[in-house]
Every structure is written in structure tokens, then in C-alpha cells.
């Protein structure tokens, strides 16, 4: 029996080429497309599963929410916290830590490995994390002070060949260490992406300089490591977790005005497998996914296969006709209505393994690109993977059975009597098709308006909010400090248009806060310290909307400068929230006005809020920050405080910046011999972007699929439509029909479903994207015009896909079209 | 063998309804050769086919081969039908996709046979209807006339006691239509029931009985002498 359904499908396939090519075609690019988005979501999911014991394993992170402020959330901690955690908490195994060290490396050849991320790490490091060890033995690597463990690809940088061991390793300027062991490369899908292991028990290591800092009475808690703990085998992290509360509460000391800063601090222990999976933190080693992205990409995989499916089946019933005679024959001749559907089950299930070979090949093809672009090490190892082979077989299995369940159940309900005489075929067939191509086109539809949604935010939070020329401002590293000696003597290269120092917290990356006294009553307002020099401004490009700039002709503004000590405050530049939160009703009318605010500095060791002081509100400007649009630009004071001042930042004119870099790189190396590093706001802003304009690319390529497929299915039924239509189409033109009125005929008729599909797209698009823009503070609206575009051009796609074959209908000879029935 | 009491079938669309048999009542004993003859729609195609047991009648009795199947669900009707009753149709109704010997086969599919007699069965019917040499050609390359004798030979594989023939020969030449009636004969004779749907009064006088129908109804039931 197999053999005879067997021999039905196979003529059945190669008798009608063009639909067997378009329907395999079609069912081959879903199941690439759908594999490759799984291979992704897997690889999200696996990361640093390959640790053993990865499930005793937790990060030590730290929220914190100061008073009147919004939460932080790191991913370091104090160096001091891993000690104090393994004492308090006798669950805790072992504890380990990393503090990154930005220290470049090289050999007595000068050969400097380009770009190595270096880490500190404690000697028991390797306990906790057992990477595999090329050569050298592992365990001891790290417990002498002066030597260090390479991955394979530094040992190459360096070295050129793998076997290092032994070798010496200049570290920084001045310390030179012995490679004690090599280890295998950090997979793509682990949170850490360190090259270089450097030994944490060195004099010089943060790890010992700033937990012996830390560790000063009325010390400045200051978050710098990585911090692993390891439970036992028994323990129980819920009986944990519930004890951080009190530990947190003996371990972090200190007070701001009184307030004990640990009310403040909230420890959390993160499972490893899940530290890739957590909300973005500060000082996150790699940017962690989206949950909610990865979900809509499953999602979106889904509805590829379902728009591959849906012309699956839309093809096997347009064509059931041609198989009406055999289900009658086979009826008659005693065949139930479950024996048929089993054969055209079967059917289709062969159909579904047969796209899945060339589909196979393509996620082969394609997968090193795709690889490429995402920085991963996704593998597709099938064959040795026998839960990949398996899933992708159970997936051809589903698709092929979702996709055969109803063409089997239509088919196998025709009855003989009928089918046998030659009566045509219920209409609900072409109803069903036609409600099928519109939701292929409502998926398209909406996929478009994801698409152009997830661009013009992108293009809003690198282009529009900044306004800047990015590729001309570089924003120095903070090891360089900002040393006046060099500042004072760019002026002379002539190739710099300004230069500024701030501190850490104008640009976002860590927060210092000022306290105004609101003048209206009512709450003090927290807000963001932004210590700048006169020149930020000009860096920025920011304008005042009211008032005037910070500048050398008033002395008031540069007060610190001569008197760190003093308790007055400078003259103040505020953001625009500023002036909304100290209840201006404008801009215009905060400027000149005295606010009375306090400073947040450090007084005998210790960081405080002095006393309240009145000063001058010189201007406002706009909300203004290089950080995520996610985040909320809350209320600002811009104010000259050299003694934070961390940074430096350069503006270069557009011609020759290159030139310009280089010149001030010179400079810089007769200033001092520590190497001039830094990045373009530009590379900045697109680290930051880096997941979004990772799904930007992955929505845009999909939605090609969904195109491509749903162009497939309106072609097939094109063609099927005309095939069926031809007599029509021939009476219309002996009628005297042109062949321009044939054409509207056809293009209507293929119109149609594609203007339904815009009524459920739309609002469905609108809700989902409206729901992804409220992930951010500042986004972009969905305009009407998106969602017209996205209609007009799934319309121009389905009229061009149909008008092929649709003129070729329209040219035809009447009379060739009557006799062909 | 096959007794029809007061069969009606009524079709009904949304507002009209249609009687294809109007209180039809007729035995076939087993061996016999009945024509049935009357003009387009008269109904005689829909009694074939409640005979067949592949339409089932709205009202009335049906007794096949002893047991009453006019309340039987399609799945009985089918165990019932399966290897007992051989159809031939008008316009062959061979599936495209199969060759010769393939296309006969489907009619033991669903009798749970071994693959080995099957092969053998089909082998013996195209032997008996001359197209053994044409075992693996496909439809499409054979004339009406073959592919008919095909036909027949699918309908005959099963060896059923009943064979239904809906205008055999309507689309074949004279030539051709005549070869296939003596097939039918040689059958007959063979001692297979056949029931065949015919306009052509010469093929109708070549069985044993003509059953005359009119607006659903049998106005003539009449026994020929001398039966081909």
C-alpha cells in the first residue's frame, strides 16, 4: 500500500513542477529561516551552561536606589564583598573574583596583542570556573604574583603559536610576568569574555590595592569586581537570599546625611545561566538579551512557518481537484475516510522532509554569515547533536503535519459519487485560501511595521536625539585622566575645535548627586552632578535656552577651581527638568535666580552632602545625555568642579579627524607614557544600540522571508487562478474585454486580500511596537504614514508578483483560452 | 441479492429541493445483467450509486446482500462495499498518477491482501482484459477504449459479486464501446452481478433486463428473452 501512495505523490510532485518548486521552495526557506532563529534562541539560552556545576554558581549584583532616585542595577560589586559573603554565609563553597585591568599587554618583540580584554582574577579562579587547560597546569597558575594565564587566541596574538607556557609578558609599563598556563578560548555563549588572566594576588592588582582602600575606616564604597560565589552541593540559595538583607545591612557602612547608605543596597544573586538573561546592569561584561526580543523572535519564527504553511496548504488544495478522481477511485474501492487522510498526512510529511534537505543546506550556507554579523560561535552540528537532529526532524514532523492536517482532512471528505461524476468542488476551498493569503499578508504587513518601528527608533536614539557629528567627538579613557599640562597645550596643534574635562557623571557613567532645596516648597529634588569645564557646551553643541553659558569672565562660576574646600557652591547651569521639577513655569524664569542646593563631596574621607548654599542659576539647556534613550534624562546641575573632573573629551573638525587623532596621540606620548586610548561617540553610541541594531538586522531579514514566502503563495495561486479562469478569461476578451480591463480584473482580485489584511495587521502591529517603545524614555511615534507604506508596499509586492503571469494571461489568444476547456 | 423498497433521495439546497429517486422499488437477483436506461437526470446514476452503496437513500429500505444498509454510516457502507461491489464510470476515472498495473492495484489496497497475490490478481485481470503487455504504461498513453478495459479490470480484481458500470461506453466509439460490452458479458457469464447505466438501447438489449426510469421513478421493468 505505502509503495502505490508512494508512487501517487511522487508522479504527483513531478507532473506539476512549478507548484512542487514554489511549494518546497517556499516550505525549505520557513524551516531555514525558523531553524536559524531557533539556533539563535538556543545559543541565548545555553549561555555558560558548558560550566560544570553552573547551577551552584551565582553573581553577586547590587541594586541601588538612593532616596528620590530610580534603581541601578550592577553587575560589580565591592572588592571587600566576597570575603565578607563567604564568611557570613556558611552555604557559600568558594568565592572568586574579576576586576577588569585594561593594562596592555606585549612581549620583548613588541608584539602587543590587539585590543585583549585582560582581567584580574583571584588564585581560586579557575576552581570555580574550570576552563580547559591547553598546557600548563591550572591550578596553581594564578597564586604566584607574577604569573598570568592566556586564552588560545592571546597566546596567538602574542606569540603566534599556542604553547606559551613560559613565556614572559610585559604588563602595562612596568611589570613583567611568566605565562603559567594557556586555556581554550571563552565560547560565545558565556557572559565573560576575558583573554588574559591576570594574577589578582599582585601588589598592583585592584584586587589587592582597592579591597585594602575598601577596607579604610569611612572608606567610599566603590563598586569594581566581579564577584562569583559557589554553593555547597546541600545548601539551599532561598535560605540565602533571605539572610542578605541583614548581611547587607552590617556589611556596607557609612552614612549620607545621616542616612545609613546600606538602606540603599539590595545584594542579588543571579544564577549563572541566567546572568545573560538579566536586565541591562552597569558594568554588565557583555550586554545581556532581551527576553522579551528573544520571545518576539520565536514569535516571529512561528509566523514564517505559519505563512510557509499557509501556502503549503493553500497549494495542496487549490490543486485537490487533480486529486478529487483518485480519492473517489480509492473510496470506492473501500478506502475510509482515515485511510485517506493517513496517505495525504503521509504525503505531506514526505513533502516536509524533502524541503527540509535543501533547507539543511542553506542554515549551512548562510550560517557563517549569520555567525559572523552576531559575534558568535553558533553550531550546527546535527549529526553529532542528536537533540538538534531530533528537533529538526520533530520540527518537519509538526510543520508537516499542522500544514497536511487540513489539505488531508479536505481531501479525504470528497465524496465519491461526486468527485467520480466530475462535479466541481465546494467554494469553501477558495474561501479558506483567500482567508489564508490574508493572514500571510496581515503577518507581512505587520513584520513591515515592525521593521520600519524598530529602524526609525534606532535612527531617533543615535540621530535625532543627539544631533551630533558622533564620528568627530572622542571621549579619552578615564585612565588618562585629564592633566592640565596637556590640556593647556592642544590649543597649539591647531587641529582640535574644543576640548573639555568632565567627570564620570556628566556623561552618565557613574551618578553623583546634588540636593536642591525646591524654593517653592515641598520636597527636596535629587538630581544628577555634571562637572564640567567651560568648553563642554561647545563640545555638545548645546545651546541655552535661556540665559548664558558658564565663563571665565564670571568668577563665581569657577569658584572650586581656587578653593576645593570651600562651603559655597558655584553658578549653576540646569536642564530643562531641572527647571520643571523646581517648579520654574519656564525656562526663562529660573535664570538669574538663586537656587539652594547641596554638593555631594568628600569632607574628612567621607562622602557628604555639605551644607545647603545659594547660587546663581546661570541658564537652561536642553535635556541633554550621550546615555540609552531608555533611559529618563532626570533634572541636571552643570557646574566647573576640577577636583572630579575625570575625562577629557575632544571635538576635531570634520575634515580631517583621522589626522587630527593621530596628531593629538604625539602629543599626548611626550605628556606621558601611558598609551593614548579612547573611542569615537559614535562607537559609543553604537555599543550602546548594540542589541537593537542587532534586531533591527534580524527583523529586517526575516521580514524578507515572510515576503518572499507570501509572494510565493500569492504566485502559486496566480497561477492556479488563471489555470482555473482561463475560459472565463477568454470570454471576457470575445466579449470585447481589453487587455488592460483583464489586468484590473486580475490585480483586483489579488488586491483584495491584501487590503483586508491591512485591518487586522494594523491594530495588532500598533499594539505590539507601541508596547516595545515604551521599553524606552524617548522614542519615536508610530506615524500613520508607517503603516500606510507598509500596506502600499505589500500591495505593490502582491500586484508585482501577480503581474507576470497575469499579462501573460491578458496577452492570450481568445480562442486559445476557450479551447483549452 | 440487491432489494430496493420505496427508495427516495431528495437533494436540497437552500431553497429548492430535488427528488433524483422517487419511491423507487427493485430487485436484482445474483447473476443477473440489468440495464438501466432513461434521459439525463432521470435519477439513474444516483440509483447506481445508492446500489453502489456510495450515496445513501433519504427515505426507504435497502436490503444488499441480505442485510438492510440504507441507515448505515459511511464507514459501514465502506467495510460493506470494500471487495463486494466493482464500479466502472463513464469517464474511466483512472488516477493520472499511477501507471496500469498500479491503478488496478488500488482496488485491493484496502482488503488487507498480501503484496504477492495482489500482484498476481492484477496480472490475472489485465490478462483478462488484453492489457497485460500495457502493465506500465501510464493513462495518459493509452486510447479511451484501454483505458476503459482498465477500468474494468480494476473493477473485476476484487472478484466482487456485484459489478456497477455508469455508461461504460459513453465515451468510446462503437468499436471499442462493443469490446467492452462483451468484456461485461464474459463477466456476467462468469457469474458476477452487473447493473449498468446505459443511453444506448442497443448496448441496453445486450443484458437480461432493462429497468425504464423517468423523474426518479421505474416506469418500465422488462425482461429481455434472449440475453447476449
Known amino acids: ?821 | 441479492m440487491l432489494k430496493l423498497d420505496r427508495i427516495c433521495k431528495t437533494y436540497r439546497t437552500s431553497d429548492v429541493e430535488t427528488a433524483a429517486l422517487d419511491d423507487v422499488s427493485l430487485e436484482v437477483r445474483a447473476g443477473e445483467f440489468l440495464a438501466i436506461m432513461g434521459p439525463s437526470g432521470c435519477g439513474k446514476s444516483t440509483l447506481l450509486n445508492v446500489l453502489g452503496l456510495i450515496d445513501s437513500p433519504t427515505s426507504g429500505a435497502y436490503w444488499f446482500m441480505g442485510e438492510d444498509v440504507a441507515r448505515c454510516s459511511e464507514e459501514q457502507l465502506t467495510l460493506h462495499r470494500r471487495a463486494r461491489v466493482g464500479f466502472v464510470f463513464q469517464n474511466f476515472n483512472l488516477i493520472d498518477d499511477l501507471d496500469v498495473a498500479e491503478n488496478v492495484e488500488v482496488a485491493l489496497l484496502y482488503v488487507g491482501m498480501a503484496r504477492a497475490e495482489r500482484r498476481s490478481r492484477v496480472a490475472e485481470a489485465l490478462e483478462r482484459v488484453g492489457l497485460k503487455h500495457r502493465e506500465h504504461h501510464m493513462p495518459k498513453q493509452l486510447s479511451g477504449g484501454q483505458q476503459q478495459r482498465v477500468a474494468v479490470a480494476r473493477a473485476l480484481v476484487t472478484r466482487p459479486k456485484l459489478l456497477l458500470a455508469d455508461e461504460p461506453t459513453g465515451n468510446l466509439d462503437s468499436a471499442n464501446g462493443d469490446a467492452v460490452l462483451d468484456l461485461l458479458g464474459a463477466i456476467n457469464r462468469a457469474g458476477t452481478t452487473i447493473v449498468m447505466v446505459t443511453h444506448s438501447a442497443e448496448h441496453a438489449h445486450r443484458a437480461g433486463r432493462i429497468v425504464h426510469m423517468l423523474d426518479g421513478r421505474v416506469v418500465e421493468d422488462q425482461e429481455i428473452a434472449v440475453a447476449c
Open chain 1, 1 to 821: 500500500m505505502l509503495a502505490n501512495y508512494f508512487a501517487a505523490a511522487i508522479r504527483n510532485l513531478l507532473r506539476n513542477r512549478a507548484y512542487t518548486l514554489i511549494n518546497l521552495f517556499g516550505l525549505s526557506l520557513g524551516f531555514a529561516a525558523a531553524t536559524l532563529i531557533a539556533l539563535y534562541a538556543r545559543d541565548e539560552f545555553s549561555y555558560d551552561r558548558f560550566i560544570p556545576n553552573h547551577d551552584r554558581i551565582y553573581l553577586v549584583g547590587e541594586v541601588v536606589e538612593p532616596p528620590g532616585r530610580s534603581a541601578m542595577r550592577l553587575s560589580v560589586t565591592s572588592t571587600t564583598d566576597a570575603e565578607a559573603l563567604k564568611f557570613a554565609f556558611p552555604e557559600i563553597e568558594t568565592a572568586t573574583r574579576l576586576a577588569p585591568s585594561g593594562l596592555r599587554l606585549s612581549t620583548k618583540q613588541d608584539n602587543e596583542g590587539a585590543a585583549l580584554d585582560s582581567f584580574w582574577a583571584d588564585p581560586n579562579f579557575f576552581d570555580v570556573f574550570p576552563l580547559r587547560s591547553i598546557a600548563g597546569d591550572l591550578a596553581n597558575a594564578l597564586s604566584q604574583p607574577d604569573s598570568l594565564v592566556l586564552t588560545s587566541r592571546a597566546a596567538r596574538q602574542l606569540f603566534s603559536r599556542e604553547d606559551a607556557v613560559g613565556e614572559t609578558v610585559r604588563v602595562g609599563p612596568d611589570a613583567v610576568m611568566r605565562v603559567a598556563a594557556v586555556v581554550e578560548n571563552l565560547p560565545s555563549n558565556s557572559h565573560l569574555n576575558c583573554d588574559v588572566f591576570l594574577p589578582g594576588a599582585a601588589s598592583f592588582s585592584p584586587l589587592v590595592t582597592l579591597t585594602a582602600e575598601q577596607r579604610q575606616p569611612g572608606a567610599l564604597r566603590s563598586e569594581n569586581a566581579y564577584t562569583y560565589v559557589r554553593l555547597r552541593g546541600d545548601a539551599s540559595i532561598d535560605d540565602v537570599r533571605s539572610r542578605l538583607r541583614a548581611f547587607t545591612d552590617s556589611h556596607v557602612r557609612g552614612d549620607v546625611n545621616g542616612t545609613p547608605i546600606a538602606k540603599s543596597y539590595t545584594f542579588t544573586l543571579t544564577p549563572l545561566a541566567d546572568v545573560h538573561l538579566q536586565p541591562r546592569s552597569i558594568g554588565d561584561l557583555k550586554p545581556p538579551v532581551d527576553v522579551r526580543v528573544l520571545h518576539a523572535l520565536i514569535g516571529v519564527a512561528l509566523l514564517i512557518l505559519v505563512v510557509a504553511c499557509g501556502n503549503f496548504i493553500s497549494m495542496m488544495t487549490a490543486r485537490a481537484s487533480r486529486r478529487a478522481v483518485e480519492v473517489g477511485v480509492r473510496k470506492a474501492a473501500g478506502a475510509t475516510q482515515r485511510q485517506i487522510m493517513i496517505q495525504f498526512m503521509g504525503e505531506c510529511l514526505f513533502y516536509g522532509l524533502l524541503a527540509l534537505i535543501p533547507a539543511v543546506v542553506a542554515v549551512e550556507l548562510v550560517l557563517p554569515a549569520f555567525n559572523g554579523f552576531l559575534r558568535r560561535e553558533i553550531a550546527f552540528d546535527y549529526l553529532t547533536e542528536p537533540s538538534l537532529g531530533l528537533g529538526l526532524i520533530g520540527l518537519t514532523v509538526l510543520t508537516g503535519l499542522a500544514a497536511g492536517a487540513y489539505p488531508a482532512l479536505y481531501l479525504s471528505r470528497f465524496k465519491p459519487n461526486a468527485v467520480l461524476r466530475g462535479t466541481t468542488l465546494t467554494p469553501q476551498s477558495s474561501r479558506a485560501r483567500q482567508s489564508l493569503v490574508v493572514a500571510q499578508f496581515a503577518i507581512l504587513i505587520a513584520l513591515l511595521v515592525a521593521t520600519f518601528t524598530v529602524n526609525r527608533q534606532i535612527h531617533f536614539a543615535i540621530e535625532d536625539r543627539l544631533r551630533l557629528p558622533t564620528d568627530q567627538i572622542y571621549l579619552a579613557s578615564p585612565a588618562l585622566g585629564c592633566p592640565t599640562s596637556f590640556t593647556d597645550a592642544l590649543p597649539t596643534l591647531g587641529r582640535v575645535k574644543a576640548v573639555t574635562c568632565v567627570s564620570g557623571s556628566t556623561l552618565g557613567f557613574d551618578h553623583i548627586s546634588v540636593n536642591f532645596i525646591s524654593p517653592h516648597g515641598g520636597g527636596n529634588v535629587n538630581g544628577r552632578a555634571a562637572q564640567v569645564d567651560y568648553s563642554f557646551f561647545d563640545v555638545f553643541g548645546i545651546q541655552p535656552i535661556a540665559g548664558r553659558l558658564l565663563s571665565p569672565q564670571f568668577g563665581q562660576d569657577d569658584l572650586l577651581r581656587k578653593d576645593q574646600s570651600t562651603a559655597d557652591n558655584p553658578t549653576i547651569v540646569i536642564n530643562e527638568a531641572a527647571a520643571r521639577a523646581l517648579g520654574y513655569s519656564s525656562p526663562a524664569e529660573a535664570v538669574g535666580t538663586f537656587a539652594r542646593w547641596q554638593r555631594l563631596s568628600v569632607i574628612d574621607g567621607r562622602l557628604q552632602f555639605r551644607g545647603q548654599s545659594s547660587s546663581k542659576i546661570a541658564a537652561v539647556v536642553p535635556d541633554f545625555s550621550i546615555g540609552s534613550v531608555r533611559d529618563v534624562v532626570g533634572p541636571t546641575a552643570y557646574y566647573i568642579d576640577p577636583t572630579v573632573f575625570s575625562r577629557m573629551v575632544f571635538r576635531f573638525d570634520g575634515g580631517s579627524v583621522q589626522q587630527s587623532l593621530e596628531s593629538v596621540r604625539d602629543l599626548w606620548e611626550k605628556h606621558s607614557s601611558s598609551p593614548f586610548q579612547g573611542m569615537f561617540l559614535d562607537q559609543f553610541v553604537n555599543a550602546l544600540y548594540e542589541d537593537v541594531l542587532t534586531q533591527s538586522a534580524i527583523f529586517t531579514w526575516f521580514s524578507a522571508v515572510a515576503i518572499v514566502l507570501a509572494a510565493l503563495g500569492l504566485l502559486g495561486l496566480a497561477i492556479f487562478t488563471a489555470e482555473r479562469r482561463t475560459k472565463e478569461i477568454g470570454l471576457r476578451k470575445v466579449m470585447g474585454a481589453r487587455r488592460t480591463d483583464i489586468l484590473l480584473f486580475l490585480g483586483w482580485r489579488f488586491a483584495r486580500p491584501v487590503l483586508w489584511a491591512n485591518l487586522i495587521a494594523w491594530p495588532c502591529a500598533y499594539l505590539v511596537m507601541q508596547r516595545w517603545l515604551q521599553g524606552f524614555a524617548y522614542h519615536t511615534e508610530i506615524g500613520v504614514l508607517t503603516f500606510v507604506i507598509a500596506g502600499a508596499l505589500a500591495l505593490a509586492i502582491a500586484l508585482a508578483t501577480v503581474a507576470g503571469h497575469a499579462m501573460l494571461v491578458a496577452r492570450a489568444k481568445p480562442m486559445e483560452a476557450l479551447r483549452y476547456e
